[in-house]
């Protein structure tokens, strides 16, 4: 695997280096040569690929947020977070550690579409409970925005937050940029110094939070929340500008509790329900149903007899207060209450970017809501900083049978449902005018997944390597296309057997980088991380695969084998990564770089037995890394690159 013509220029004082070099690396070469090679007459065995770099050609910066997670709260950051302790479990902070993540999404998506943070801060005793987004149920805030805050702090990462909008307010995410960012001893938002009540919790320093997005997929029906389910144009109309909408006979829950078991009344004296989304408009019509049977309102139940069916309500909060059998009736055990109902006003992201750029003029408020019709309305006129994009896999093209073409099929869609990105772009600039260029696309969360009853062609495929080759593939292309900022859904997850009802409502916990508690296994994906996050700096440069080897698929059409990128780092170092999508081939390849040549090369491949491999506490390497070192003393070297597999170069390079 030397280059040619190394023997020549190495000198006398080098070569013993060299040949000790050469010797512990012939282990791995080894290893390598015992990969099983395609049949003879295979397309890759006609003609050596040859991998072209040119460091001259500096394209863009590679960003470092592009190497990020999306984590999320609940269940101590799921299971991440020892709430005992105040810390991170030691374990997990070296599988985080070693994965190289360089931006973290909190908290959450469609989890924390209803998340209100002041409930989340100071001591753990006094805090209150949440609300999950997709189920309902209470939820607690043993890992708050001081716990999220002081993790990212300490390990030099970059937030990515979610301002809730399905319950929350403007004013709500103003005050939360200024307790995440303002310095202790100023309070833009006036009211309240939520720097000052940041530093009595136990962190002076600002977190510096600069993403904000407002709201998870509020464009799907599932999350519409109080724009309820008209057109998706009028919902999208109120993202944008607020206002207001009518719920019929709506069950009602707590401020803590969006079950239906919530609105349901256990017989007791002076209970409390809350209509799932105030406020509620004044001047409308409000009507309570209890088992289907008219109840009145009141000013206060505290002059009713007792049998009347009266209860008083709160308009601001939305609170419905019945009587306690003195004065006013108690909604029978086992009744369900329902309301009827004008939600609103609400404000709309219009509303929301202005009150936390007020707070703090130097983040970035961005819009899940990326649809023309969105578009359409923010036009050349409304300023947003970015949209949001989550890009996962779908289904491969129909017509696949068993595993092998399923492979084909996912690894064939990777380039299309990257360039997601440059075609919301496009978008953006066709709409947005001379503003367009300051709007990024932010891509909050990505990854492998086929739907909720879809797990791919074996149980554990989308743990797999495959998962690992198709989140290094979005990386390469999205490091071409100067995305700045990723998140890969989830950072940690359970095992769905056992995990809490909330959390298997999810998605599948398969997606997760690093395994559930006490083992925190890493998975195949994180170890591609391992290998892709560069040192911040380095350059994306112009990369060509010349003679790539490709096979036609069973949709009819030729894949390519490989796909490659490279890095520039200041030193001048080179960082090159090849994917090889094919199943079974150990592709040869010669890798070319023009200008000053390769003195030394450090190779690390991510190899399983196979594209289906996974890792699990049994078997925790099973997908793992291998390295090892040469020297080339050349423009040019030689590789072999294993099936399914994610290969690095660290190419060190000087003049001649």
């Not at 009145?296 to 709160?314: F, M, N, Q, W």
């Not at 068993?402 to 440059?422: C, E, I, P, T, Y």
């Not at 070192?629 to 060190?652: A, D, E, F, I």
């Amino acid at each position: 695997m030397q280059g040619k013509g190394a023997a020549t220029r190495t000198n006398t004082r080098s070569l013993s280096v060299a040949l000790l070099s050469l010797l512990g690396a012939l282990g791995a070469v080894a290893a390598i040569e015992a990969t099983p090679v395609a049949a003879a007459g295979s397309p890759h065995r006609a003609h050596r690929a040859q991998i072209v770099v040119h460091p001259g050609d500096g394209l863009r910066p590679v960003h470092p947020g592009l190497f990020g997670v999306n984590h999320r709260y609940p269940y101590d950051g799921f299971g991440m977070w020892d709430s005992s302790t105040g810390n991170v479990h030691e374990l997990f902070d070296r599988r985080f550690a070693a994965a190289g993540f360089r931006a973290m999404r909190f908290p959450g998506g469609l989890v924390a579409n209803t998340y209100h943070w002041k409930r989340a801060i100071g001591p753990l005793p006094a805090r209150s409970l949440n609300v999950n987004g997709r189920s309902g149920e209470p939820l607690a805030n043993g890992f708050g925005p001081d716990e999220f805050g002081r993790f990212i702090s300490e390990r030099g990462i970059q937030a990515m937050m979610l301002a809730n909008f399905a319950t929350g307010t403007a004013q709500e995410a103003a005050d939360w940029v200024e307790y995440m960012n303002a310095p202790v001893g100023t309070n833009p938002n006036g009211g309240v110094a939520w720097a000052q009540e940041r530093a009595a919790n136990g962190h002076p320093e600002p977190y510096d939070a600069r993403t904000w997005e407002i709201g998870n997929e509020l464009y799907q029906s599932g999350q519409a929340y109080w724009m309820g389910h008209g057109p998706i144009a009028e919902r999208a109309r109120k993202y944008v500008f607020g206002g207001s909408t009518t719920f019929k006979k709506q069950r009602v829950g707590k401020p803590w509790d969006h079950q239906y078991s919530a609105a349901i009344s256990d017989g007791t004296a002076a209970q409390s329900f809350q209509v799932l989304y105030p406020p509620v408009k004044p001047d409308k019509r409000f009507i309570v149903r209890v088992d289907d049977k008219l109840w009145s309102r009141v000013r206060e139940p505290s002059g009713a007899p007792a049998d009347a069916k009266v209860y008083e309500l709160d308009p601001a909060s939305g609170k419905i207060h019945f009587g306690d059998g003195v004065h006013g009736a108690i909604p029978p055990e086992g009744d369900v209450v329902r309301a009827t109902y004008r939600s609103g006003p609400h404000d709309g992201f219009v509303d929301f970017y202005d009150a936390m750029k007020a707070a703090d003029p130097s983040i970035q408020v961005g819009s899940s809501f990326r649809n023309g019709a969105f578009l359409s309305l923010m036009g050349k006129d409304r300023p947003y900083d970015f949209v949001v994009a989550h890009i996962y896999s779908h289904m491969p093209p129909r017509g696949f049978h068993g595993a092998r073409q399923f492979h084909d099929g996912v690894m064939s869609l990777a380039a299309k449902r990257a360039n997601v990105v440059s075609d919301l772009r496009h978008a953006i600039r066709r709409n947005a005018g001379s503003l367009s260029k300051q709007i990024d696309v932010v891509v909050s969360e990505y990854g492998m997944s086929f739907g909720r009853h879809h797990n791919g062609p074996t149980r554990n495929y989308v743990r797999s390597l495959d998962q690992a080759l198709w989140v290094a593939l979005e990386l390469q292309r999205w490091m071409k296309l100067g995305v700045t900022l990723a998140g890969k859904q989830s950072l940690i997850d359970f095992n769905r057997s056992h995990a809490p009802s909330g959390a298997r409502a999810l998605g599948p916990s398969e997606q997760a980088l690093i395994g559930p508690a006490p083992k925190y296994v890493a998975s195949a994906t994180a170890r591609a991380f391992r290998l892709l996050t560069p040192t911040s700096g380095d350059r994306v440069v112009r990369t060509a695969v010349q003679r790539n080897p490709s096979r036609h698929i069973y949709s009819g059409k030729n894949m390519a084998m490989l796909s490659a990128n490279a890095t520039k780092a200041p030193s001048g170092a080179l960082d090159l990564s090849v994917v090889n999508k094919a199943r079974t081939w150990r592709i040869p390849a010669t890798v070319a770089v023009k200008g000053h040549r390769i003195t030394s090369a450090t190779t690390r491949e991510l190899v399983g037995p196979s594209y289906s491999s996974y890792n699990n506490p049994s078997h925790p390497h099973r997908v793992d890394i291998r390295t090892h070192n040469q020297w080339v003393m050349s423009h040019r070297m030689k590789l072999k690159l294993p099936p399914h597999s994610v290969t690095v170069l660290k190419l060190r390079r000087r003049a001649r």
